[in-house]
């Protein structure tokens, strides 16, 4: 067991080698970074058990903090000052993707933990609404509609290459899949360290967490930071993957789409967003050109009601039992 | 050296708890006795820091801890073994055992006590990694009062400790509970079964709709004609 996972990423970065098909690791990348996406979704929903549904907001926002890093921007900021940055590398958008990201989460956590429940999911939908308002009005600094375009593509230096702009589709598709990895392994050490206990604790108890003195305000903004940090790193890699943000990353359906990922491949386990998200990050593109456009979110429906049907704890957690019962 | 002066207490309606005063002195098993609703629970979570007074003081050795955070109140050596759902059952046992010991630093002294849990209580030893949730109701009472003793309490307070569990176990759960008195800590219980708390008391005081109705020892109460009309059934 303890090799399978290294396989499994082996035979992941030998994919671009044995199909050098441009539109195969199109569809990779961008399940790739959807799984990102839902792995930081899952440390929230799956291991805090509190339902964000503004997730989507950090991932925007860090597509536009990158953009917007690398793009350099002009803005008036009132009483006669204007803020000016200049076009900065890609990599320092990556790691302001990442710090704006955590800061958003912060402020977030630190509101939204207040309260449990339905109402913790109102403020973070509204949070992401909040958020698609400025980007869709804010014309100065995010040409609201009009989109920011042209965005560079991530640059990496590499030892003896200098820097290099990874522009080819298997080279974002490793960077992709080594953020990924990363993305995979922190949240592992967090999970698997006394932070992590202190979650699942109040996930089950929050009560009786409390009673034993597990600070549990302050254990949850830190899991809302670093899934927001997270999220916000898949968000700058959209953003130069595509080179284009607009308005619509902020749309719950991408939040919606992570919940499904996370829920169908069985929150609370490390490999359950990484199964859920490459199965329902490939089935849209699986079907395309084999079902009518009309069915095919049809199918889309019915795959995952018949996942939740059968495996309510997500796939995950699932295999692992029926395996279990046949040893 | 722990007092309650005019606690109030309330979930945002009407009071849960009204003016309740007590008092629980060093070493002693003093037993809350009440029907449902009556604000025993109240009484602790308020004590742990669960809840927030409205009114009154706690003092702890003449320390003020009214409104502390819970983690604020374990250090200063007050233990809470809740109702209900006494385990996290997705942790193992071990885990749920070094919870109770979350405050703690002297890593040494935890593995010793951990040992000691472990001799107390064998099946614990046997179920060490398996997660709790799938220990049966006596032993998942038998790991939440160990975990409550691995922060070292002064003060332990239990909360129904013999709810839900077959007679024999009740028994087995009140010899325990005797026993931790006995090896010098401060019980404060709560207990839905008057007749063992009273027996078991030394003294006790009897809630009624968030009031405090009568006190005295655990003799006094058992021949008090209202406490046996109400509560141990004639």
């Known amino acids: 067991m303890s090799n399978a996972p290294w396989a499994f990423v082996a035979a992941l970065a030998a994919v671009p080698v044995l199909v050098p098909n441009p539109y195969v690791l199109a569809v990779l990348t961008l399940a790739g970074i959807f799984v990102i996406g839902a792995i930081s979704l899952n440390l929230l929903l799956g291991y805090t058990g509190q339902l964000s549904l503004g997730h989507g907001a950090f991932f925007g926002l860090g597509a536009y903090a990158s953009a917007l890093t690398s793009l350099g921007f002009d803005i008036g900021i009132g009483f006669g000052l204007r803020l000016r940055v200049d076009p900065q590398p890609v990599w320092l958008g990556f790691l302001m993707a990442i710090l704006v990201a955590c800061a958003f989460g912060w402020m977030l956590g630190r509101l939204a933990f207040r309260v449990r429940g339905a109402y913790f999911v109102i403020i973070t939908i509204c949070f992401a609404q909040v958020l698609r308002m400025v980007a869709l009005n804010w014309v100065e600094l995010t040409q609201g509609p009009m989109a920011l375009i042209s965005i560079p593509p991530v640059s990496l230096w590499l030892p003896g290459l200098g820097v290099v702009p990874l522009v080819t589709k298997a080279q974002t598709y490793w960077l992709v899949l080594a953020v990924g990895v990363l993305a995979f392994l922190l949240v592992r050490q967090l999970v698997e360290s006394r932070?992590?206990?202190?979650?699942?604790?109040?996930?089950?108890?929050?009560?009786?967490?409390?009673?034993?003195?597990?600070?549990?305000?302050?254990?949850?903004?830190?899991?809302?930071?670093?899934?927001?940090?997270?999220?916000?790193?898949?968000?700058?890699?959209?953003?130069?993957?595509?080179?284009?943000?607009?308005?619509d990353v902020f749309m719950f359906i991408y939040t919606v789409t992570m919940v499904i990922m996370v829920v169908t491949g069985g929150k609370g386990t490390l490999w359950g967003p990484v199964v859920g998200g490459l199965i329902f990050g490939l089935i849209p593109d699986l079907l395309r050109g084999r079902a009518a456009p009309e069915l095919q979110w049809v199918i889309y429906g019915v795959a995952m009601i018949l996942f939740v049907m059968f495996l309510p704890r997500g796939?995950?957690?699932?295999?692992?039992?029926?395996?279990?019962?046949?040893? | 050296m722990l007092r309650l002066d005019g606690l109030s207490v309330g979930y945002g309606g009407p009071l849960a708890l009204q003016d309740l005063s007590l008092e629980v002195r060093d070493g002693e098993l003093v037993s809350l006795i009440g029907a449902n609703g009556a604000g025993k629970s109240t009484t602790l979570k308020a004590i742990s820091g669960l809840l927030k007074p409205q009114a009154g003081r706690i003092t702890w050795g003449g320390e003020a801890i009214g409104g502390l955070s819970p983690r604020a109140v374990i250090a200063r050596g007050i233990a809470h073994c809740p109702e209900g759902r006494r385990v996290f059952p997705q942790l193992s046992v071990r885990e749920n055992l070094e919870m109770g010991a979350l405050l703690r630093r002297d890593h040494g002294g935890i593995a010793a006590d951990l040992a000691a849990m472990c001799d107390r209580f064998p099946r614990l030893r046997e179920r060490l990694s398996q997660a709790a949730g799938t220990l049966s109701g006596g032993e998942q009472q038998m790991l939440a009062i160990a975990r409550a003793l691995m922060s070292r309490p002064r003060l332990v307070m239990f909360d129904e400790p013999s709810l839900g569990l077959a007679p024999s176990l009740v028994e087995q759960v009140f010899a325990i509970v005797r026993e931790i008195r006995a090896k010098g800590t401060t019980v404060l219980m709560v207990e839905q079964n008057a007749m063992a708390a009273l027996q078991m008391a030394d003294r006790a005081y009897l809630l009624e709709a968030g009031q405090l109705v009568q006190a005295g020892t655990g003799a006094e109460l058992l021949a008090s004609p209202e406490v046996r009309a109400a509560y141990l059934g004639g």
């Open chain 1, 195 to 247: 932070i992590g206990r202190a979650l699942i604790a109040l996930r089950s108890n929050e009560a009786l967490a409390r009673s034993v003195g597990i600070p549990v305000t302050h254990y949850l903004v830190v899991a809302a930071v670093v899934s927001a940090g997270i999220a916000g790193a898949a968000g700058s890699l959209f953003a130069h993957y595509m080179g284009i943000v607009d308005p």
């Open chain 1, 315 to 327: 796939i995950v957690p699932g295999v692992q039992s029926l395996l279990r019962r046949r040893a």
